[in-house]
């Protein structure tokens, strides 16, 4: 244990909004004849690229998104990061981008965020260090093809709550007349073309007032997927149920969340969930490392409206989960599960 000494960023903590704001360092590293660079840290927070880079033209970007928290006792944590790095060893494989080793990733992840702590977010202020490694495909080439060399990069930014109305119920739109992904397609890796493909449902939900899209499976448009950018839960009874899809993004808030439930003695089910089932919930929630759980007060699904609870206030189960993960993150509960891995300043 260790009590950080950094001087703080000036910026109003309690106030920052989700959204990018300049940090002194990213860091990068660069893949060429078979083999990927030491990691340079650097403050220049933008890249030169060749008008020919294949990540341009053919999409070859994956992804990965994850938190570092500053803890009651001063510390400086990151929650499950070894995840975040297998996670991208397979949404690379999708693509045919090489491997970024999960030591490689770790310790780009410690020495971006040491070098940044002073814009780690002081305890309690309900904020975090966003941390973004992105891996993307360059070197001039124009036929179609992996590309031959390849950019990693991880970039941090402090980040607020993702919604700024706190732990609040919101309505979501089942949105049929789009698909996020196909069934074999790429729904289950985390690169930038999924959320290209969900922008216009996104938009369509938005139009008509709703803040959250929810997809169906891609197939056969009866059973639930997820929304664009989360994983979804159901409380019925004693029970925490959570689809199984090719098509869906495997969230490690949702594998956390489970594998609390299971601890406090529920019964946790992984399996395809009908559409017709949503009237058999109790509460509904939108999972992801952004927002831990956005409770959802009500899903639209052509001209029939599902309600959970009183569709105006976060359900018990929710609440609870969320406020043991949150308190997991920032040390104010024991980590029994061993998920936070420390910074070393
Ligand atoms: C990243 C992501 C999630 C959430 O995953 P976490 O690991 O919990 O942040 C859910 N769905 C999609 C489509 C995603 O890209």
Redesign the pocket.
Known sequence: MKTQTTQKADLDWKDLPFGYIKTDFNIRYHYKDGAWSKGELTSDATVKMHIADPCLHYGQEAFE?MKAFETKDGRIVVFRPIE?AKRLQVSSDRILVPRIPVEMFLEGIQKVVAANARFVPPYNTGASLYIRPVVFGVGAQIGLGPAKEYEFIILVTPVGPYYKGGFKPVKALIVDEYDRAAPLGMGAY?VGA?YAAGLLGYEYAHQQGYPIALYLDPKEKKYID??????FIGIAGNKYITPKSSS??P????DSLAIMAADMGMVVEKRPIDVEELKNFDEVGA????AVITPIASIQYKDRAFTFGDGATAGPVSTKLYEKLTKIQTGEIDDTFGWLEEIKA
Not at 251 to 254: A, C, H, L
Not at 287 to 290: K, L
């Open positions: 998104g975040n985390k999924n997820e929304f664009g950018t989360s994983n869906i993004l969230s490690i808030t949702n999972v992801g490392t952004a």
